[in-house]
Structures are given as structure tokens and as C-alpha cells.
């Protein structure tokens, strides 16, 4: 239950409690006037209005912008950016999970970058006209997903076509992190299900994806250990211990796939912004089918994984079943067509995962035609 700090490649303050910091740390850095960005669900719950109220009686202004979509969109970032301007803010503080903390690290972009927001897309080397200061920026995760609260990066689809677009800077890192996992218990059993499976996916795409970093690789291996001890407890029959290891996987997989992701991602994406699926539940559907096609020729790979599992055979279909076995035990569907997918859309969810981002870090190529057979095979 105590609290602990370590640096990676931020500074985390981590442990139950470590939320109550928060005031402190303003009052240490000169900060008085927090803009906190989070997302409309989050902006109801309590804890962010005692967080709120215990600022305001400690003589903070604080302000709120929460009018963010679920999978974010360019035209948030920029109401978000309006709301700054209006308030006169200081610092920027995003609570919430992958949507809430993607929209308030594009915000801080944003407050100091004012050209049109994709100039700033890393795959079209945009990173290059970051060059502006930003403001002091804090992230609160309250969710065990996305690892959002370490990340360098934002993704932020286009509104009209749906295009994600990943702005990113070493500038867009937060200055501090206050991971506590108090904030993770009253997640409903679905949104800790698919969050939980969006951490497994990070983690194991990042120790199959191409690029070299033992690091990365040592980092999703425990990140994986973590999520087989934690997730179905942490669904089912939550306690502290297990939401600690769940916000812990999470950040060692989003700090573990700055080395790639692959396929799964790809596939999941389209699913986010052009049917509006969550994005861990979009993930974790597709994990068994995407993380299949890469077994053969990298089966070494696979065993390392099952050994890590402790599964009964270090076998590449080990972990496929592993995963099945997983989704239905934590309550997620093993097909597309349980979520609203239908044959009608496939076409077009090929395309949009041919033209993703992630799959070119993806361990072996995977084709527009190999997306729609994946599809295929997971409708």
C-alpha cells in the first residue's frame, strides 16, 4: 500500500493514495491554474469532483474540458486548444484513460502549435516542427489500458476520413505521473476486461515487432506476467493488488511498444473509427486471429511467450488458445460479428488497415488481401 517513485522513462508516483500528491506538486512548481481534460463519462464520476473540490479549497482555479469523443477526433483537439485560450490556464492535467489522455497531450501540442494539427504527423515526419515550448503537463490513468500516462505520442483520427494520425515529440511527455490505482477500482467489469486486453496486446506486439530493443522486449515479457497473474481477478473479483499489477502491465506495455506494434493494431483501428469500437475490445476480438498469422517463422517468439504464461506447452497455438481461453473468461466475444461487424464492412476494413500505421513494424509483411482474409476469418 505504500507509495513508490521510479523514473521511466518518466517520473511515476505509483501506489494507492498517490493522487492526493496532486495539490502539493502544483503548489511546488508554481502552478495555480490546472486546466484538467478528461472525457464526459469521467468528468461525472466522484473522485474527479473531489479532485476538483479539494484543488478549489486549496486556492487553485481550476477549469474542466471534457467534450471529447470516445475514439478522439481532430475537431476535440482544437475545442480543447479554445477552451485553454478562454481560461487562461497554467498547466494541463489529463485524468482518464487513452481517449482522455490522447486528446489533453494533443491539447499541449496544440497550445504552442498552432498550424493545422496533422503538419504535425509523425509518418509524414511532422515530429520535425515541434519546436515550440509546451506547457506543464501532468497525467492521472484511470484505466489499466492504453499506458497512455507514459507515452510521447497522441493518436487522433482525421473526422472525415477517419484516418488516425499519430503526433508525437519527446516535448509531449509528461512532466510527472500519479498512478494510483485506488482510481481503477470502481471500473465496470467490461472496461477493465477490455483495457486489460488492450495491455496484453500492446505487450505482445511489442516483443513480436521487428525492430531491435531488448529492452522493449524484456519490459513485455513482465508486462505479460503481470496480466496472466491480474486480469481475470481484476474483472471478476477486484482488489488492490490486482488493479496495481493491471496499471503496472499497463505502463510497461505502452513504454514497451515504442519499439512497433503490428498486425492486431492495425486490424483494431478501423474497428475504432469506422464503427466507434472501443479500442481495447477491438483489440482484444482480434488478437487470436491477428497474433495467429505471425507464428510461422517466428515460433521461437511464441515459445518465449508460452514460457512466460506458464502454459502447458510453449507452442505458438498454446498462445492463440491462451487468448480464446482468456476473452471468454474476462467476458469478451471471440468474433467480429458479436460486436456489430458485418460482411458489408470488411471490404473497407481492409482497406483502412492496409493504409494503418502500425503493421509495417509488424514481424513479417501482411498484405491488403491478408487483411481481408483475417477479417474473414474473425467475422
Known amino acids: 500500500m505504500s507509495i513508490s517513485q521510479f523514473n521511466f522513462p518518466t517520473v511515476i508516483r505509483f501506489g494507492a493514495g498517490a493522487v492526493n500528491e496532486l495539490p502539493d506538486y502544483l503548489k511546488k512548481n508554481n502552478l495555480s491554474h490546472p486546466l484538467i481534460v478528461t472525457d464526459p463519462t469521467v468528468a461525472q464520476l466522484d473522485f474527479l469532483k473531489k479532485i476538483v473540490s479539494d484543488l478549489k479549497a486549496k486556492g487553485f482555479a481550476v477549469d474542466v474540458f471534457s467534450d471529447i469523443h470516445k475514439n478522439p477526433v481532430k475537431s476535440d483537439v482544437y475545442k480543447g486548444g479554445d477552451a485553454w485560450d478562454a481560461t487562461g490556464s497554467d ?5 482518464g484513460g487513452g481517449a482522455a489522455l490522447d486528446v489533453a497531450r494533443a491539447i499541449v501540442l496544440r497550445v504552442n502549435h498552432r498550424e493545422d494539427l496533422f503538419k504535425y504527423d509523425d509518418l509524414i515526419g511532422g ?16 484505466t489499466s489500458g492504453t499506458g497512455s500516462e507514459v507515452g510521447r505520442s497522441a493518436i487522433i483520427a482525421d473526422d472525415e476520413t477517419h484516418q488516425k494520425k499519430i503526433l508525437f515529440s519527446p516535448k509531449l511527455l509528461a512532466k510527472i505521473v500519479f498512478a494510483d490505482p485506488l482510481l481503477t477500482m470502481e471500473l465496470p467489469p467490461f472496461i477493465t476486461a477490455a483495457t486489460g486486453m488492450d495491455a496484453l496486446t500492446h505487450n505482445m506486439e511489442a516483443f513480436l515487432a521487428k525492430n531491435y530493443h531488448p529492452i522493449a522486449d524484456g519490459i513485455a515479457l513482465e508486462g505479460m506476467r503481470l496480466i496472466s497473474l491480474s486480469l481475470e481477478k481484476a474483472t471478476n473479483k477486484p482488489d488492490v493488488e490486482s488493479r496495481s499489477q493491471m496499471l503496472l502491465a499497463s505502463m510497461m506495455g505502452a513504454i514497451a511498444f515504442q519499439k512497433g506494434l503490428g498486425v492486431v493494431h492495425s486490424m ?18 482480434n488478437i487470436p ?17 508460452a514460457r512466460t504464461l506458464e502454459l502447458k506447452e510453449d507452442s505458438g497455438e498454446a498462445v492463440i488458445q491462451y487468448l480464446f481461453d482468456l476473452n471468454t473468461k474476462v467476458g469478451i466475444p471471440h468474433r467480429l460479428r458479436d460486436i456489430g461487424v458485418k460482411e458489408e464492412h470488411l471490404e473497407t476494413l481492409a482497406d483502412l488497415a492496409f493504409a ?24
Open 91 to 95: 498547466c494541463i492535467i489529463g485524468i
Open 127 to 142: 515530429d520535425i516542427y515541434v519546436t515550440n515550448d509546451v506547457p506543464h503537463f501532468i497525467t492521472i490513468p484511470t
Open 268 to 285: 483494431a483501428h478501423p474497428l475504432s473509427s469506422l464503427l466507434d469500437t472501443h479500442h481495447g475490445l477491438a483489440n482484444a476480438v
Open 356 to 379: 494503418d500505421f502500425a503493421h509495417p513494424n509488424n514481424p513479417k509483411p501482411v498484405s491488403r488481401a491478408d487483411f481481408r482474409k483475417l477479417y474473414g476469418e474473425a467475422l
Open 289 to 305: 486471429y491477428g497474433l495467429r498469422y505471425n507464428i510461422a517463422g517466428f515460433e521461437d517468439r511464441f515459445r518465449r511467450m
